[in-house]
């Protein structure tokens, strides 16, 4: 009890003193520390000035070797991507011509190559002691859509009584997700490619004859910087993917204005033609100076707003605007099919005189077929333009419609029959051929008769039809012969003869 009251007593007397000193420093520590700060001097504020614009600079040139950083590798990157679609377009545009018959020459060859589209190159390689090429070349076309054309149509073509082969380059490599990723982006389009055009021709002669299969988006020719006329070739994009499978079907090898149309499913996206006409650096820019400075304080600034607030950060971290963070991942493009070129061989009569004159011939046949619909002549035999052809028929509109699809219906009639299971591969001989023409001599006028070897697949042992061609003059004789020869019985085969569609033989398409 006396401790208790002790240290009650002590403690109260030291907080009696305590309060005592307070009085008496209080007034002194008021004298010794002043309320505000003395302002600075004229050398202080220079100083001070100095060490913010130091600090400003050496910010700016943190960001200013970032964005350089940045930019270098976003030019790398790009210019990378641009290269590799570069070679995936130039391989795109390249054929293979093999089997090339020695006395060919190369004029020939590029002139029965060139209704496909606009040629870039062509290498043929020559022996330097004979001077003859070595029997293959290389075309290069100057858009994909001509290559691809030109594989599908010229595989079984013949040059000079000898039958070519054409294919697509196979060093395709590192390209091929490339050329897998255009063929799917141009599913997205409905788009054909139509090559061969005749001079005259522009597009609204074109437009008005291919709406009859739909109705068009775009019709795009490709003009000469200089001359400002078209080259030869144009994309036309309708509304409907059916419309553009018609009109590749039908319009394909139309005679219009005296030339055949080649048509066909355009392959790539639109602008593919204009990544082709660009270098792959074309589209790197070094940014100037000034304007790297000026995006350097800007960003800087933006950084410190950025410090000030973080939650400002994380969203746009979230959204994706901060540079380095990487949005959601593109989808894998899926692969695309091209159609393989189909083993083939081709025997029979071939007319004298080399390409040229086969060519010819093929023209004059069409010539005959397509110009006239009940006895009257729709196109006249030389080249004129489509107002030129109009002027004489005077049709418009509707009338117009009518009378394309017309033409186009007749493709079902032909003077062509073909006659499957009369033979096996091994019963082709010499004697073959003439045999086939003398029996079917007693019908009508035969004017070609073609044995066709297909192989029915890609295998090493895969099975090969022997198909046999005959042309007759005129629709009358052939379907004489295909009455008299349908299901009738050949050294223990019967055979099958039904009509075979002229259009398709005469652009040597005999896979059908």
């Not at 004859?209 to 988006?217: R, T």
């Not at 994009?237 to 080649?262: I, T």
């Not at 939650?311 to 159609?339: S, W």
């Not at 019963?427 to 019908?443: H, P, R």
Request: net charge neutral; charged share 20%.
């Amino acid at each position: 009890m006396k401790l208790c009251c002790f240290l009650t007593e002590t403690g109260h007397t030291f907080s009696v003193e305590l309060k005592q000193i307070s009085k008496i420093m209080n007034p002194l520590l008021a004298q010794m520390i002043p309320q505000t700060l003395p302002p600075l001097t004229t050398s202080q504020r220079a100083a001070l000035e100095r060490a913010k614009k130091y600090a400003m600079e050496q910010s700016i040139q943190d960001v200013l070797l970032k964005q350089t950083i940045q930019h270098q590798q976003q030019q790398m990157t790009s210019m990378q991507g641009a290269a590799q679609k570069q070679r995936a377009l130039a391989i795109m545009c390249r054929v293979y011509v093999g089997s090339i018959y020695y006395d060919i020459a190369q004029s020939m060859v590029q002139e029965a190559f060139t209704p496909f589209g606009p040629i870039k190159s062509m290498d043929m390689s020559f022996d330097p002691i004979t001077g003859k090429h070595k029997g293959y070349c290389f075309i290069d076309y100057e858009i994909p859509e001509a290559a691809h054309l030109a594989a599908e149509q010229m595989m079984i073509a013949q040059l000079g009584g000898r039958t070519i082969k054409v294919g697509r380059p196979s060093n395709i490599g590192q390209a091929q997700p490339i050329i897998d990723q255009l063929a799917s982006e141009s599913n997205n389009y409905n788009r054909i490619y139509v090559a061969s055009i005749h001079p005259d021709l522009e597009e609204s002669d074109l437009r008005s004859v291919f709406q009859a299969f739909g109705k068009i988006l775009s019709c795009q020719m490709d003009r000469d910087f200089v001359t400002r006329r078209h080259r030869g070739y144009a994309f036309i994009e309708y509304e409907l993917k059916q419309s553009c499978q018609d009109a590749v079907a039908s319009m394909n090898m139309f005679d219009l204005g005296g030339q055949y149309l080649r048509v066909g499913q355009a392959i790539t996206p639109p602008n593919t033609h204009f990544d082709l006409l660009s270098a792959p650096g074309a589209g790197n820019s070094t940014l100037p100076p000034a304007a790297a400075l000026a995006a350097a304080a800007a960003t800087s600034k933006i950084m410190a707003q950025e410090a000030a607030n973080p939650l400002l950060a994380a969203r746009k971290a979230a959204a994706g605007l901060v540079p380095g963070i990487q949005g959601p991942a593109l989808l894998k493009q899926p692969t695309a099919v091209f159609a393989a070129n189909q083993p083939g061989v081709v025997t029979g009569v071939t007319p004298a005189g080399g390409a040229s004159y086969f060519f010819q011939q093929q023209q004059n046949n069409m010539n005959r077929l397509n110009s006239q619909v009940n006895g009257k002549d729709l196109l006249p035999t030389g080249a004129q333009t489509l107002s030129q052809q109009e002027a004489g028929l005077n049709i418009s509109g509707s009338s117009q419609r009518h009378l394309v699809m017309q033409k186009l219906m007749r493709k079902e009639e032909s003077q062509v029959m073909v006659m499957r299971n009369m033979v096996t591969v091994e019963d082709l001989d010499e004697d073959l051929e003439a045999e086939v023409t003398e029996e079917c001599g007693k019908f009508g006028s035969v004017e070609r008769v073609v044995i066709y070897q297909e192989k029915q697949g890609e295998e090493e042992n895969a099975e090969v039809i022997v198909k046999i061609f005959v042309e007759f003059s005129n629709l009358a004789e052939c379907e004489k012969a295909v009455m008299a020869l349908n299901n009738r019985w050949f050294g223990g085969n019967k055979v099958t003869a039904t009509h075979y569609s002229y259009q398709r033989y005469s652009a040597n398409d005999l896979t059908g």
